[in-house]
């Protein structure tokens, strides 16, 4: 009855409404982090900041490491569930979408533990559109670093990973690394090309206080993140 489609209808919309409020609030709310590290960053930049090679703010045993290769995970391994695999496509808006994510069981997971990744670390796609990257909250702790992506592992010791997070996608470390991508039909990074592109070392007490900040934002954005997902 017509009635009962107009009601049906009411309620989609009130969903779609809820939804729409969300993704709004999470786009001011990225875009409030990206101005503060911009105004703090990139305009506030100064000259006696120190600068360090990628590789050296990096854990030395393996912070800057590929995924594994085609004969150590084959597709017959995909699984409809397990651990989620990130790819290149499944970086989007600065953050693993996990809408169309492969899967691997856990065990297979385990068994190539070295590309498991944890929070803090950077996943960072090294074929095709270079520069898409994702940060590791605590929600993703444990997921698996895909074929076409590197893992970046800060050592806390060295730089704050939220830090070197948003310091990877300014105009001048971008344009370092993408200079390093090889190939003319696909774009292809190498964890090798990584490794000595320049990363700007501000104080560590303004690294904090920005990690702070952001981390409190990226809380507000995963409960908006997950309510959207619900409706």
């Not at 009855?1 to 009601?7: E, G, K, M, S, T």
């Not at 994702?134 to 990973?161: E, H, M, W």
């Not at 206080?209 to 993140?225: G, K, N, P, S, T």
Request: charged share 30%; with cysteine; aromatic share 6%.
């Amino acid at each position: 009855p017509i009635d009962r489609q107009r009601a049906i209808a009411t309620r989609l919309l009130d969903f779609d409404q809820l939804i729409h409020n969300n993704r709004r609030r999470i786009k001011l709310l990225e875009d409030s982090v990206r101005l503060v590290f911009e105004e703090w960053f990139v305009r506030g930049a100064s000259d006696s900041w120190p600068t360090a090679l990628l590789q050296e703010v990096c854990m030395e045993d393996s912070g800057i490491q590929t995924g594994p290769f085609g004969s150590q995970l084959h597709q017959c391994d995909y699984a409809d569930e397990g651990v989620p695999v990130v790819m290149p496509k499944d970086i989007a808006r600065m953050r693993v979408d996990t809408a169309t994510v492969a899967r691997i069981p856990e065990h297979l997971a385990d068994e190539l533990g070295r590309h498991r990744m944890r929070r803090g670390d950077i996943v960072f796609g090294r074929r095709g559109e270079i520069g898409r990257r994702a940060y590791i909250g605590s929600r993703q702790d444990g997921y698996f670093c895909g074929t076409g992506c590197l893992r970046l592992r800060a050592d806390p010791k060295g730089v704050n990973s939220r830090f070197l997070f948003e310091m990877l996608g300014t105009s001048l470390v971008a344009g370092e690394i993408a200079n390093r991508a090889k190939g003319s039909t696909m774009p292809n990074l190498s964890a090798g090309a990584l490794q000595d592109v320049p990363i700007p070392l501000p104080p560590r007490v303004m690294q904090d206080r920005f990690a702070e900040l952001a981390e409190d934002v990226a809380d507000q954005i995963d409960v908006l993140d997950a309510q959207s997902r619900k409706l």
